[in-house]
């Protein structure tokens, strides 16, 4: 005991660097800790940013769709044609060729004239 | 008071404190833990349900018969309701007539109880907000493309505690096209089973494929617990359990758009020229039972069905019967052809009667005084006591019966579609002295419209019963088959293939020159059909009408290889009567323009020695006259 006491340093250098790195230690891990939950937060928000404009282009792209169908559905067909907006040209039956029939005189091998 | 006596008193006082810090913090934590855990739980912790979308109806080549319009409800927070100020920086209450004229524009139209339309107005929005309720819905269902306009003008007048829900609309893009098998989707008002008042409101697929396939259609709805900050905005990341939402399935059916287009057409002029009561026609591929077109008169807009009486929303094809009348003796003559010791042939001779037969209580017509005919004579001319004495050679009524169940009479089908009723079929054991006489000729026996078309098919296929068929398959978003629906065999050989091919024959010579439907042909091709004409029973009369019938036509073509089976059913017209109301004259010519029309879409070749000889057909009919 009276030897160690002998040799016992005036400034506890040891000891004192010993805290300051378990300060620096613990310093950094809190910064770190704080970092990363930051981060998860900002993640999260970018997340629910990205979500959100995907459920409005999914949306969007739903209601065109839908406009598309309506527009290009039979009954509003019809009425564009009647109204002029489509302009559709008789085809004259003598230009009309039946896929059955060719294929039918193709393998008779008379081909079409 | 000494110190050790004061010592003491603190020490109690600490101890007492203590203790009943102590017990209050045993109770909070263990008998009403679970009270004040749920209760934070419920500040912190929230449930967002996650919709599912309403799948699509889709006809066989994709293109779409229903589908969801999205659309926004607008909200207003009044709790929250302000604008921000520019000098002070902060937000400041704004007053309600400035945000109801700001909104009212953008809101669209409001249906006043009368049933017209007039544009949301500043006090409509005004009536809307309840001071400092959180949660006043404004107006519902206003299109996407407004409040985008709305939010940016919001945006530009900062104010806030304005938002939106999602919504949506169910659209039908071809409207009255095949309205009574697509059906619709709406609100169904649920009533308590004893006191009978009203408990609830559930959206869901009122009519049409829309109900019968609302499992499918609809999907399942999810749910995601998070977690909420202190102004009750979600954190994103902490979230906790969630369950995906699983989106409807779309419904795949074997209706040929364009098809169905034709049917529409033909059948719209028909009832303009005719204005029946109602009418029908189905048109069905025989080899699988495939339906390739189905419509109804009268009919609704989907898209508006507040608007649509209820008797112009029952599908006749499937929830109406009628007596069949003279499309029945096919069904008499094949089952007596498919008894072998009958040896009853095409051209077994069979003696009319002259044109008149008694029976205990009764007697029966023909509608001219035939002698003998053949057996393909008696379907080509309709004879009515020809069908009768064909049915009685079968001796029992039970094998009669059992005949008539055979092609599916008295049951229902089994189509996909709601509301099918089976007709009426009574047992033998039912029947009066006047049933044998009556029902080989279509009479006493009620049917639907696709119990006969079905019926018909048995002869057009080779003599099996295929169940009808409307739902080709279900699909996910992706266009994977989810479920398939193959053809279905009900019965095998209710006909042998020899009896199918020799009802062909004669039902062909049905459209010839002797036959009741010469109106039915169609050029470059052979038709096989059997027309159908029955009195309407009057119940002011208490008798059969000799004026209102219910006329049909039911027939397929090409007869040598069926592509289609299409069926023309018209009742009680209120421009034709009397004699001219009949099978051959108005539903065969109906059904005539509707199969050269579909023969064309459906790609199917003309035969140019047909054409021809239908041309010469033509002109000898004109030089007769007829």
């Known amino acids: 005991m009276s030897n160690k006491r002998r040799h016992a340093q005036a400034f506890p250098l040891t000891a004192t660097l010993i805290g300051l790195a378990v300060a620096a230690c613990l310093t950094i891990f809190a910064i770190k800790a704080l970092t990363v939950k930051y981060q998860v937060i900002q993640g999260g928000d970018k997340l629910k940013r990205l979500e959100k404009e995907l459920a409005e282009l999914t949306i969007k792209n739903e209601d065109f769709q839908t406009e598309k169908d309506r527009l290009t559905s039979p009954p509003a067909l019809i009425k564009a044609m009647e109204s002029g907006l489509i302009a559709l040209q008789k085809i004259d039956d003598k230009f009309v060729v039946t896929i059955g029939r060719e294929k039918k005189l193709a393998a008779a091998g008379e081909g079409v004239k | ?626």
């Open chain 2, 1 to 626: 008071v000494s110190l050790t006596s004061r010592a003491c008193l603190a020490t109690y006082g600490m101890a007492a404190l203590f203790t009943t810090l102590s017990a209050r913090l045993y109770y909070l934590a263990g008998p009403r833990h679970e009270y004040y855990s749920a209760l934070a739980q419920s500040v912190y912790e929230g449930k967002q349900v996650l919709p599912a979308r309403r799948g699509a109806i889709l006809d066989i080549h994709g293109s779409v018969l229903a589908r969801n319009q999205p659309q926004r409800d607008i909200i207003i927070d009044d709790t929250v309701l302000a604008e921000y100020d520019e000098k002070t920086k902060r937000a400041k209450p704004v007053d309600h007539a400035k945000v109801a004229a700001l909104l009212a524009p953008f809101l669209g139209e409001i249906i006043e109880p009368d049933g017209k339309k007039r544009p949301v107005t500043e006090d409509d929005v005004l009536k809307r907000i309840v001071k400092d309720r959180r949660y006043c819905v404004i107006k519902r269902k206003i299109p996407e493309d407004n409040w985008t306009q709305l939010a940016a003008a919001l945006e530009k007048a900062k104010i806030r505690g304005v938002t939106s829900e999602q919504n949506f609309d169910r659209v039908y893009p071809a409207g009255k096209l095949l309205c009574h098998v697509v059906g619709f989707y709406g609100c169904e008002t649920k009533t308590d089973p004893i006191t009978k008042k009203e408990v609830g409101r559930d959206f869901k697929g009122i009519d049409g494929i829309e109900r019968s396939m609302e499992n499918w259609l609809a999907g399942q709805e999810g749910w995601r617990y998070y977690q909420k900050n202190g102004s009750g905005t979600e954190m994103a990341s902490y979230r906790g359990e969630e369950r995906a939402p699983r989106h409807g399935s779309n419904v795949r059916l074997t209706v040929d758009l364009n098809i169905q287009q034709i049917v529409e057409e033909e059948l719209e002029k028909a009832c303009r020229e005719l204005r029946p009561k109602k009418a029908t026609v189905i048109i069905m591929d025989p080899s699988t039972g495939a339906i390739l077109a189905m419509a109804n008169r009268p009919c609704y807009d989907p898209n508006l069905p507040g608007e649509a009486k209820p008797e112009m929303r029952d599908n006749h094809a499937v929830a109406s019967f009628y007596e069949p009348g003279s499309t029945f003796k096919a069904i008499s003559a094949a089952g007596v052809l498919n008894t072998p010791d009958l040896h009853t042939t095409l051209d077994s001779k069979i003696f009319c009667e002259n044109g008149i037969i008694s029976y205990p209580g009764g007697k029966v017509k023909d509608h001219h005084a035939y002698g003998w005919l053949t057996v393909s004579e008696i379907i080509a001319k309709s004879s009515n006591i020809g069908a009768i004495k064909l049915a009685r050679s079968l001796k029992t009524q039970d094998r009669f019966y059992s005949l008539v169940r055979s092609f599916g009479f008295g049951t229902r089908t089994g189509i996909a579609l709601p509301s099918e009723t089976p007709g009426m079929l009574a047992p033998p054991s039912k029947w009066t002295p006047g049933t044998m006489y009556h029902m080989p000729f279509g009479h006493e026996v009620t049917a639907t419209p696709l119990q006969v078309i079905t019926a018909t098919c048995v002869f057009a296929n080779g003599g099996k019963l295929m169940m009808p068929k409307i739902v080709r398959d279900i699909t996910d978003d992706a266009g994977h088959v989810l479920v398939d629906y193959p053809p279905q065999v009900v019965r095998e050989n209710v006909i042998t293939e020899k009896v199918a091919r020799d009802m062909t024959t004669a039902l062909e010579k049905v459209t010839s020159k002797i036959g009741t439907a010469i109106r039915a042909r169609v050029p470059g091709f052979r038709v096989a059909g059997k027309t159908g004409t029955t009195q309407i029973f009057d119940h002011a009369l208490g008798r059969y009408s000799t004026e209102d019938h219910t006329v049909s036509f039911v027939g397929y073509l090409p007869a040598e290889a069926p592509k289609f089976c299409c069926l023309v059913m018209i009742e009680d017209s209120a421009t034709v009567n009397g004699a001219k109301d009949a099978g051959g004259l108005l539903a065969a010519p109906v059904f005539s323009k509707i199969a050269e029309r579909t023969a064309r879409q459906l790609g199917l070749e003309p035969d140019p020695a047909l054409v021809a000889e239908e041309m010469e057909f033509r002109k000898n009919l004109a030089k007769e006259g007829r």
